[in-house]
């Protein structure tokens, strides 16, 4: 399996501000994923990133607030962009083992806005 | 679309009880099936899973049959422990060309001595 690190663990921002969630993998992958986990509440994806291309957005989410960049195989970031209070979730990373179709999951980012 | 409905929670089970935690699906085609574990401080690990029809899912004691007749994934274990105290979240994902994850809301599950 892969292992994946995110940077930063946890954040406290202020509202208006933005801020850029970091996702390693020790692996190349093809497709990468960030999901939000909202307080008490499942995943819901925000978008799915493939290298070399432009991120593939869920209804609800959009580039302007959540742009996402994928520069190689093993790296993407997500910004949170114009934070407000209802930001404050859990961001997720995850890669696709093309093999064995599993998904694994980064520890997360906490993220408080205030 | 796709959807996944899980037993609600929060479940309190005492040591050595059987566990249940209900998962059905809608879903276009067929897809797979994955029980994730999130325990207390940690991230989402995969617990198990089933990629076709009957296939049984294992893994810490763990089960999961996929049944495609009653679109279920019920999650089993005949004897739990504290250590099983966790948020379990059922998801599924179809291959229709994103395969992207999409979960059930988790049950929380407490295991008392």
């Known amino acids: 399996s892969a292992v994946i690190s995110q940077k930063p663990s946890r954040d406290i921002c202020q509202r208006g501000t933005s801020l850029t969630i970091q996702c390693q993998v020790d692996?190349?992958?093809?497709?990468m994923f960030w999901y939000r986990q909202q307080p008490g509440q499942s995943l819901t994806l925000i978008a799915t990133?493939?290298?070399?291309?432009?991120?593939?957005?869920e209804s609800g989410f959009v580039i302007d607030k959540f742009p996402i960049s994928r520069p190689n195989l093993t790296f993407s970031t997500l910004t949170v962009s114009n934070m407000s209070p209802e930001d404050s979730s859990i961001y997720l990373c995850s890669v696709e083992d093309r093999r064995t179709y599993e998904q694994y999951f980064g520890p997360g980012t906490r993220l408080t806005v205030t | 679309g796709d959807s996944v409905t899980q037993m609600e929670g929060p479940v309190t089970l005492s040591e050595e009880a059987f566990l249940t935690i209900n998962c059905t699906y809608t879903a276009t085609g067929y897809p797979s099936l994955f029980w994730y574990v999130q325990y207390p401080g940690e991230g989402l690990q995969l617990l198990l899973k089933?990629?076709?029809?009957?296939d049984k899912g294992s893994n810490k004691g763990f089960e999961a049959t996929y049944r495609k007749e009653t679109t279920s994934f019920h999650l089993e274990k005949g004897s739990v422990q504290v250590s099983d105290s966790a948020v379990y979240f059922c998801?599924?994902?179809?291959?229709?060309?994103?395969?992207?994850?999409?979960f059930g809301t988790g049950t929380r599950l407490t295991i008392i001595p």
């Open positions: 089933a990629t076709k029809a009957d």
């Open positions: 692996s190349q992958v093809t497709m």
């Open positions: 990133a493939n290298q070399g291309s432009e991120a593939t957005y």
């Open positions: 998801a599924l994902s179809s291959f229709d060309g994103n395969e992207k994850l999409t």
